[in-house]
């Protein structure tokens, strides 16, 4: 199946350290999202991909960045981790048309980071 | 910015029907969405409305009135493998990300 792929699954970091998460794409799909999910609250957005550039911004530090690549996947990159950062992070893959909402978003299973 | 309320936690008995609410507050609309996350798991898509009206797939239905900002989802002939987090979704005009609800928690008892 060409869903969407994520990698790795679980991480332990400690305090401090830079930690990178990957993403690829459903098959056919184009543009990338990523999102933060901490335990017993909704995806938080923190930007999204589309054409190798950085397109959308949520309101997240820059120690958040990205990265997407010419064959769509993607990767979340996080410096100077904070225990904050602990949470699950969702990737999710959608195809950019003009006007189209986005309603057929196709997630991840996530990667879950736990800072210690 | 956009906000977006629905209960935390709704328990419903097997075989049951149950609606779980969803109100937002957009500074423009496209549409609103479900989504349905057991633990441990990826969301996964159930519905969505653009309009306003009741759109049904299976057991799910999902409602949406734009003038009163609000919509719900209704889950008919409850099972046990319903119980998860169920969260609604807005999308803005242009190619905006979707917002997410903080969730809703489904526990389905026998």
């Known amino acids: 199946d060409a869903g969407v792929t994520q990698s790795p699954t679980h991480l332990i970091k400690t305090r401090g350290q830079q930690v990178t998460l990957r993403c690829s794409p459903k098959s056919g799909h184009d543009t990338v999202s990523w999102y933060q999910q901490a335990l017993g609250q909704g995806p938080q957005f923190i930007f999204q991909?589309?054409?190798?550039?950085?397109?959308q911004r949520g309101n997240f530090p820059d120690r958040f960045s990205g990265h997407q690549f010419p064959n769509y996947s993607s990767e979340l990159n996080v410096n100077a981790l904070l225990l904050g950062d602990s949470a699950l992070y969702l990737c999710?893959?959608?195809?950019?048309?003009?006007?189209?909402?986005?309603?057929?978003?196709?997630f991840g299973s996530g990667t879950r980071l736990t800072v210690v | 910015g956009q906000s977006l309320e629905q209960p935390s936690e709704v328990t419903a008995v097997e075989g049951a029907i149950v609606q779980i609410n969803c109100t937002y507050q957009t500074s423009g609309f496209y549409g609103l969405s479900w989504y349905q996350q057991h633990d441990g798991g990826a969301p996964t898509f159930l519905s969505y409305n653009g309009l306003d009206g009741l759109e049904e797939t299976g057991r799910f239905s999902s409602f949406l009135s734009r003038s009163d900002s609000y919509g719900y989802l209704l889950l008919q002939e409850l099972q046990m493998k319903d119980s998860a987090s169920y969260f609604c979704a807005v999308s803005e005009p242009g190619n905006t990300p979707l917002v997410f609800g903080k969730g809703t928690r489904l526990s389905v008892i026998a």
């Open positions: 999710a893959s959608s195809l950019r048309t003009g006007g189209s909402p986005y309603y057929g978003y196709t």
């Open positions: 991909y589309y054409e190798e550039e950085e397109r």
